[in-house]
């Protein structure tokens, strides 16, 4: 078994042309990699807008934030002998890393799930400060209590950490700052304490020793956290054989804790699978999927920005039906249905981390 999504026959839900730029002087690449939430009888997404400036023959530009909070435009001739540009999603100059695009946050809501309209009110969340320069991505949205806990990807010269911004009513956001510093990506907060803590997935990235694995962290507030435990690495020969990363906030099961994970190849080609957790100690993992339970087989998974990728960071639960939103080619918004109690019967009860 090795694909068991049922696709929404009315994807991509979102392409670039669908929203509006964010200034005058930019233009939307993607629509990628959306946080999910419910809110007022209302199915919310939290979609990353990357967006960049129109090119011109022989220059490459790129925006970042600067120090007054502006979108700033950086500019290199493309015969610069500093350039190095052989990823659709990052520039190196003078030995820096850049990204090609700026991200920001953008909600949209939706009465079935399937069509979404921006709200009238202002809607954006951007980057703030100097941690968040290159932009804020791939938001997980969970909800403790009356409290919404967003955790993004936050990018700037400093490195790729998670930063964390709460909120009770979606108009008033408290940011918290970075949570995990770099590189650390792909943090989800589970949805109920345990044993009295908050618990959170994560995925710090060690290049020499170790590799792109998932960790468990413990905290007593939410935004300190510690005990950090490995629980889930990536498998030499496997799908995720290079990296592995969390999706939404884990789903609670009679089973157990499930996750559903992304995974990457040495070619970077991204497919989901799903772990399960012990719910008492959610550090003993029970069971994986040893194949995907979803690969890029439909066109816009297969080209876009960035292609062969499915990627996820929000869902829906009702009963046994999982409502999986996702970033498709790095380029559009898509969803697909799984049955949590399929996802269940594909996992193998081994000890295989
Ligand atoms: C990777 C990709 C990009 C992302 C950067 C920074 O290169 O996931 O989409 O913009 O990391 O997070």
């Known amino acids: 078994m090795s694909d068991i999504a049922r696709r929404f026959p009315e994807n991509p839900l979102l392409m670039p ?30 979609v990353r807008v990357a967006e960049c400036i129109a090119q011109k023959e022989g220059v490459i ?22 350039l190095v540009t052989n990823d659709a999603r990052i520039v190196q100059y003078k030995g820096l890393d850049y990204l090609t695009t700026l991200s920001h946050l ?21 980057g703030l400060g100097n941690l968040e320069q290159f932009g804020i991505e791939d938001c997980r949205v969970s909800k403790l ?11 700037s010269e400093n490195g790729v950490g998670v930063g964390l911004r709460t909120t009770k009513d979606w108009k008033n956001f408290d940011a918290k700052g970075m949570i995990f510093p770099p590189h650390n990506k792909d ?27 998932i960790w468990l962290a413990e905290s007593n507030d939410g935004i300190h956290w510690g005990n950090h435990q490995c629980i889930i690495k ?29 995974g990457a190849n ?11 957790m012990d719910l008492e100690d959610p550090s003993k993992i029970i069971a994986r999927t040893v194949e995907p339970i979803m690969r890029p087989q439909e066109n816009y998974e297969l ?17 046994d039906k999982l409502t999986v939103y996702y970033g498709a080619a790095d380029e559009f918004v898509c969803g697909a249905y799984f049955s949590i109690n399929e996802i269940l019967s594909c996992l193998e009860f081994v000890g295989n981390k």
């Open 145 to 155: 209590d009356d409290t919404y806990y967003l955790t993004y990807t936050a990018v």
């Open 61 to 82: 530009f790129f925006p970042v934030i600067n120090a007054l909070g502006k979108v700033e435009i950086i500019e290199i001739p493309l015969n610069d002998p500093d």
């Open 266 to 276: 040495a070619e970077h080609q991204y497919c989901l699978g799903a772990f399960l």
């Open 187 to 213: 943090c989800a907060i589970f949805e109920e304490k345990i044993k009295g803590k908050f618990y959170a997935l994560h995925r710090p990235s060690s290049p020499q020793i170790g590799g792109n694995f």
């Open 303 to 319: 080209s876009g920005f960035f292609g062969y990728v499915v990627f996820t960071n929000g869902h829906v639960v009702n009963g």
């Open 106 to 126: 953008r909600l949209l809501c939706s009465d079935d799930g399937i069509n979404f309209q921006e709200p009238k009110q202002n809607s954006i969340l951007t």
């Open 17 to 46: 042309k669908d929203l509006h730029a964010s200034t005058d002087d930019l233009q939307i690449i993607s629509l990628l990699n959306p946080g999910v939430f419910e809110f007022e009888g209302k199915i919310w997404l939290l």
């Open 234 to 262: 990536s498998r030499p020969g496997l799908w995720d054989s290079a990296r592995v990363g969390a999706g939404a906030a884990p789903i609670k099961t009679e089973k157990g804790w499930l996750e559903i994970y992304h």
